[in-house]
């Protein structure tokens, strides 16, 4: 089952397909965490089943099964999260797209974290998008669409995934009445707090959102310091509590020098801990509590 803004998607599509309009290179876009990639799975899911009609998965038939089992010969999956795509593995969904389908039907190939695709890669694929084939597509999926060139989006139909809603989605999902103040501020990325709760670092993520809205302790800022250096990709997250930090004190009458030189002080961490190899973090949080206690 899937999520209702997705679910609410997939029919959209299933109503172009119907109608034989559907576009066979497909780009999802939108913030990471709004379950893009499970959209691709169901839209592909339903392209290879047996039952043509719809694109809907029946979920019984002999496609559907192998689709279930991770091993359909005419489903293709490129791109990984951490990790960039190069241009042999657009020259493999070149040779994938030209052979015929194993099981008579549709090819699929689905294209993950496009917008890591290197230049060269990008540009093997053009040639791939100008060239349509019958019966084959191609599933993009991408957090920021414009990091793609303009030469890739523009040959591709793009539909905005955004999770609409999903407050009570995602209490069902946590099995709880309510979500947490730190939860509230994902409801636009719900699959990210899944993914936290599944790799059970959400108290980690707590841990982040305490120390944001709080003067942290020398204890805090050594504890701090090790989560960020183990997972520089929290920092984006710690920097989202931050800012809505920031944005209250804004809203309760700060200054607005105050908060435009503690917003200034945010980006700079950033920047110093993302960009600059062999940053001391430990001395680059201590100087963002210098310039963030004034809030307080
Ligand atoms: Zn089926």
Not at 276 to 283: I, R, Y
């Amino acid at each position: 089952m899937l999520a209702p803004w997705l679910e609410q998607l997939q029919q959209q599509f299933n109503h172009t397909f119907q109608q034989g309009r559907l576009h066979h290179a497909i780009m999802l876009h939108g913030l990471k965490g709004t379950g893009k990639s499970l959209l691709a799975s169901s839209l592909s899911a339903g392209l290879l089943c047996d039952m043509p009609s719809s694109l809907v998965a029946c979920g019984t038939c002999k496609s559907c099964l192998l689709v279930k089992a991770g091993n359909h010969p005419d489903r293709l999956d490129i791109g990984e999260a951490n990790s960039s795509i190069g241009v042999d593995q657009i020259r493999e969904l070149g040779e994938f797209i030209y052979h015929s389908a194993q099981q008579g039907g549709n090819k699929v190939v689905v294209i993950r974290f496009a917008d890591t695709m290197t230049s060269s890669a990008a540009n093997a694929l053009l040639k791939t998008l100008e060239e349509p084939n019958v019966n084959r597509y191609l599933i993009l999926c991408c957090d920021d669409v414009s990091r793609l060139p303009a030469t890739i989006a523009s040959r591709c139909f793009k539909q905005l995934v955004v999770a609409e809603q999903s407050a009570n989605w995602l209490c069902n999902q946590l099995n709880t009445h309510e979500i947490e103040p730190w939860q509230a501020l994902f409801l636009q990325q719900p699959f990210l707090v899944l993914d936290w709760q599944e790799e059970e670092i959400e108290s980690n993520i707590k841990t982040l959102y305490d120390c944001a809205n709080s003067d942290v302790t020398a204890w805090q800022l050594s504890e701090l310091n090790s989560m960020l250096a183990k997972r520089t990709e929290l920092v984006d997250t710690f920097c989202l509590f931050l800012t809505q930090r920031i944005k209250q004190a804004a809203l309760a009458g700060a200054p607005y020098e105050r908060i435009s030189e503690q917003l200034n002080s945010v980006t700079l961490f950033v920047k110093k801990t993302k960009t600059l190899a062999g940053t001391n973090m430990l001395l680059s949080l201590a100087m963002l509590q210098q310039s963030l206690r004034q809030l307080s």
